[in-house]
Each structure stands twice: as C-alpha cells, then as structure tokens.
C-alpha cells in the first residue's frame, strides 16, 4: 500500500512539503491516548444496528491498523435487539483509552445515527466504517492520514473495496471501475463512487449538511462527499483495502435496483440547493437519466402508470434539448404500455 500511495502522489502532480517522508510504522502497534486527553488524529466511525455477527471482526480490522498517531473509534449502536451494545461495551472495556459507546434511547435510523455519530467524532479526520464491513489492509489508515496531511486540497481520500458475500464468495473484485487519481466535484455528481468503508475525510463537513439530508431512509455518505468535492479535492488511491459485504437484509442489498434509482432521483432533486447554478444543468440531466431507468423497470414490473409518470419526470428534468431521444423513447414507451394494459382490461 505504501509503494502503491508514493506513486499516486507523483501521478497527482502536487509536490510534497518537506519532512513528509514515508511513516515509520511500528510492527502492530497503535497511540493509545485518545478517549484519555490526546485529541486524536482519526476518528473512526462505526454505526451499527443488529450487528453482533459482524462487529468484532470490524472493529479487530481497526484495532489492527499499523500506525504511530492516536485514534478514536465511536460505535453508535441504534437500539439493537442482539447482543451489539454488549459488545461494543467489552471492546471499550479492552481498550478505554481508544473506544468510546454511543447507546441510543431510542431507534435513530441510518441517516440520524451517522449524522450525530460523526458529530461526535473529535479527530482531525474521520474514517468510515460499516459494522459488517471490515479493512483488509493494515496500512490503509496510515496511508489515507499521510494524503491528508502532505495535501490540504484534499477533502476525502477513498479507496478499492471487494463486494464478497457472507459464505466468502467475491462478488467483484475491486470497485470502483475508476482509475486511482484525483476528481472532482463533476465525476462525483455522476455518481457516488466512494464507497463509505474506504472513505476518510476532514473532520467538520458534516456539518455543512442541509435539514432535507434526514428525509432519505438510507443515503448516508453521497451528500458528504458532494459537499467535501465543493472544497477540495476527491482522492481516490488505488490499492483494495476493505471488504464491503453483502449481507441479507442490508439497506444496500436487500432493496433491489428500484429503490436505489428512486434514492439517486430524490437525492438529485435536492441536492440543487446546496450547488452553485453552473452545476444545476448536469444535476438535471443525471436526474433524467435516473428516471428514465425507473420508468423502465416499473414497465417491467407491469406498474404502467407509475412507469409513466416517471418517464413523463424524465421528460422534463432535463434541460429541454438535453436527452432528447432517450427521454422521448422512454415517454412513448411508458405510455404506449400503459395504453396496452388499459385497453385490456
């Protein structure tokens, strides 16, 4: 990881400061001062909900990590009804001076529970991890952390993930299918292709959030990285350093394409309000995009009419000569349906 960083420095084209030669890691050590008065240089970010299978292989995953700067890691358990919180509770009985416990009162959900979690966080930066993911790479904090440091138009330093399922099998090998570099906040608009386990960013974007981010059942992370791309740079490193699993009954995996394109679609029609206008037409165009794939898969399902009404929300995202014949097909199409279904009867 080291090697493969030094290297994505040079392709970077932003020369280091002086006295920013590679770490000195120490073989499994770890700063140990955090939660006792050390303000710590990472917080690390765990929600967990259900998650008494996962948990400690997360968390053994941070407590790994070779590093010579002090850490945090905040576990945030929403109510869960397995033995979650009494294993976040003995890991902070292990390691008080690192682990801190959020026990919530009542369920928060996923965009409450990051939310105030990160709020919590007291690192210059935080990295991100979901309780059933886990890091692969023991450099992987070490790494991100030197970015951060050596770049100050850097607001988030991302990496490779694998999707590998709960019996082990490797559903893809490494996400993203972009090339290691620096972006922008155009090919972040695009789409949302930080996954939130190999994430680390300045501590205090958070807080920039809008009151609309609560309203979304589960789109925790995309809005921070779009407001993270407003100041700085996304960097993306290349290396596979976390496994994202796919776990039955996840927000992610259990809900289907469907859902995920009508969350794109909402998160498009609200993220306008916090962007300059010179992005409003892009914002526009993907949005169209997501509804016209809605449109499709609704017509798929014989939901005619609400296959309609989103190709007819499709039509007119865009700008009005954008798209025009992918969204005029997918009107015609809808509509045509629908018109079948209800002369049948």
């Given at each position: 990881m080291q090697l493969a960083m030094d290297q994505q420095l040079e392709?970077?084209?932003?020369?280091?400061?002086?006295?920013?030669e590679s770490l000195q890691l120490r073989e499994g050590s770890m700063a140990l001062d955090s939660v006792?008065?050390?303000?710590?240089?990472?917080?690390?970010?765990?929600?967990a909900f259900n998650a008494e299978r996962w948990l400690p292989r997360a968390l053994e995953s941070v407590l790994g990590q070779r590093i010579d700067f002090p850490i945090e890691i905040v576990i945030a358990d929403d109510c869960s009804q397995d033995s979650t919180l009494r294993i976040a509770r003995s890991y902070r009985e292990q390691h008080p001076d690192v682990v801190r416990v959020?026990?919530?009162?009542?369920?928060?959900?996923?965009?409450?529970?990051?939310?105030?979690?990160?709020?919590?966080?007291r690192g210059r930066y935080i990295a991100c991890l979901d309780s059933d993911d886990y890091w692969t790479?023991?450099?992987?904090?070490?790494?991100?952390?030197?970015?951060?440091?050596?770049?100050?138009?850097?607001?988030?330093?991302?990496?490779?993930?694998?999707?590998?399922t709960t019996d082990g099998e490797v559903k893809r090998g490494k996400y993203p299918d972009l090339s290691p570099g620096r972006y922008g906040l155009e090919e972040i608009l695009r789409h949302n292709f930080i996954p939130t386990s190999s994430v680390a960013f300045r501590n205090g974007i958070q807080r920039k959030l809008p009151p609309w981010y609560f309203d979304f059942e589960s789109l925790s992370d995309w809005p921070i990285w779009v407001l993270a791309a407003l100041e700085g740079d996304v960097v993306l490193l290349d290396g596979v350093t976390?496994?994202?699993?796919?776990?039955?009954?996840?927000?992610?995996?259990?809900?289907?394409?469907?859902?995920?394109?009508?969350?794109?679609?909402?998160?498009?029609?609200?993220?306008?309000?916090v962007l300059p206008a010179k992005w409003h037409r892009l914002v526009r165009a993907e949005k169209g995009k997501?509804?016209?794939?809605?449109?499709?898969?609704?017509?798929?399902?014989?939901?005619?009419?609400?296959?309609?009404?989103?190709?007819m929300k499709a039509f007119?995202?865009?700008?009005?000569?954008?798209?025009?014949?992918?969204?005029?097909?997918?009107?015609?199409?809808?509509?045509?349906?629908?018109?079948?279904?209800?002369?049948?009867?």
């Open positions: 392709r970077m084209n932003h020369p280091r400061p002086s006295g920013t006792s008065g050390t303000t710590p240089t990472v917080s690390v970010s765990i929600t959020l026990e919530r009162r009542k369920n928060l959900g996923v965009q409450r529970n990051t939310y105030e979690t990160l709020n919590e966080c790479d023991r450099e992987k904090l070490a790494a991100q952390v030197q970015v951060l440091e050596s770049d100050p138009l850097v607001s988030v330093c991302g990496t490779y993930v694998r999707w590998i976390a496994d994202y699993m796919l776990t039955p009954g996840s927000s992610m995996t259990s809900r289907g394409e469907l859902f995920w394109r009508r969350m794109d679609a909402e998160f498009y029609e609200q993220i306008e309000s997501r509804y016209e794939s809605m449109a499709y898969l609704l017509r798929k399902q014989g939901e005619f009419t609400a296959s309609r009404a989103a190709a007119r995202a865009p700008n009005l000569v954008d798209s025009v014949g992918s969204k005029t097909k997918a009107l015609l199409a809808a509509a045509l349906r629908e018109m079948q279904w209800r002369m049948r009867g």
